[in-house]
């Protein structure tokens, strides 16, 4: 897949993940797509790793999109274990 492939599920899989782990979130458009594109090389290594398939096949591939997905929702739950945990101490 080419560069202009992997932005664009990066920025889809980002506001899906997004979608689906409601909150507030810091960082706009840039953080949620480089959430998504490095979920879908996480998802692809996973899907490697724990089940022996090569995940990430192309853009129409429904497998590509659910690691791209699967591997935002980690790291989107990571970042704000990470960030959301700084940002509440400030308001107490």
Do not use: E
Not at 13 to 38: E, Q, R, S
């Amino acid at each position: 897949m080419g560069i202009i492939a992997w932005i664009i599920i990066g920025l889809l899989a980002g506001a899906i993940a997004k979608a689906l782990m409601p909150g507030k979130d810091p960082g706009g458009i840039l953080v949620t797509m480089l959430i998504g594109i490095a979920g879908g090389l996480l998802g692809g290594w996973l899907g490697k790793v724990i089940f022996g398939v090569d995940s990430i096949d192309g853009f129409f591939n429904l497998s590509t999109w659910i690691a791209a997905i699967a591997g935002s929702l980690i790291l989107l739950l990571l970042y704000r274990l990470v960030t959301g945990n700084r940002h509440s101490h400030h308001h107490a």
